[in-house]
């Protein structure tokens, strides 16, 4: 199993631009999630999936969008990109359990200048 | 309200055992987790604790008191690839969702 992966590992936008982050875990895990870190911060949720076809916002969710069309996918969507979105942002997935814990992504280094 | 503290920063010599302190505030508590983050690396799962007491898992131990709103990572005979960030989630029953501190920094030295 590869587990959760990501795309891209870096990137470098403008401002304004858009990008789509892309994540796909092999797990058949139902929950998925995405997180920014900012430096010195702790994870902060963005948006969340309970399953295919079902998303919600999370603490952070302004100026992002999500989809869930599969199990294994679930892009984010950066629109009118600004440099307040210079970030890590992890993807990472669970089973529904209680002790279900999260299996993280490598992440994607966000730079918006 | 929801809120996690943790120290910002420990340092520790190779071999000797290391306690990371993790006190929280929830509206609904539903399990408290603990992460290990390398520098530039996603964080790996290390424990999850949702009644009293202590787990062990080989070299790391983690401890829960409710009542406190505490818990701890324990860490014994360190090695130098334990230095790395550790973070406290908690679990909010209410929501289901995740609540991370902002991580403790380890540093062990030779």
């Known amino acids: 199993n590869a587990g959760v992966t990501q795309t891209p590992k870096f990137r470098i936008l403008k401002i304004g631009q858009s990008m789509t982050l892309q994540c796909t875990q092999d797990?058949?895990?139902?929950?998925m999630y995405w997180y920014r870190q900012d430096p010195g911060m702790g994870l902060k949720l963005i948006y969340y999936?309970?399953?295919?076809?079902?998303?919600d916002k999370g603490e952070v969710p302004n100026g992002y969008n999500v989809s869930r069309s599969t199990t294994e996918d679930f892009p984010l969507r950066l629109e009118l990109a600004a440099p307040s979105q210079t970030s890590v942002y992890f993807c990472?997935?669970?089973?529904?359990?209680?002790?279900?814990?999260?299996?993280f992504g490598p992440g994607t280094r966000l730079t918006v200048l | 309200g929801q809120n996690i503290d943790q120290p910002t920063e420990m340092t520790a010599t190779e071999g000797a055992i290391v306690q990371i302190n993790c006190t929280y505030q929830t509206s609904g508590f539903n399990g408290l987790f603990w992460y290990q983050q390398h520098a530039g690396e996603a964080p790996t799962f290390l424990s999850y604790n949702v009644l009293d007491g202590l787990e062990e898992k080989g070299r790391f131990s983690s401890f829960l008191s409710r009542s406190k709103g505490y818990s701890y990572l324990l860490l014994k005979e360190l090695q130098m690839k334990d230095s790395a960030s550790y973070l406290c989630?908690?679990?909010?029953?209410?929501?289901?969702?995740?609540?991370f501190g902002t991580g403790t920094r380890l540093q062990v030295f030779p």
């Open positions: 797990m058949n895990h139902n929950y």
């Open positions: 989630a908690v679990r909010d029953h209410n929501t289901d969702k995740l609540i």
């Open positions: 990472a997935s669970s089973f529904p359990r209680t002790d279900g814990a999260q299996f």
């Open positions: 999936s309970v399953g295919a076809g079902i998303t």
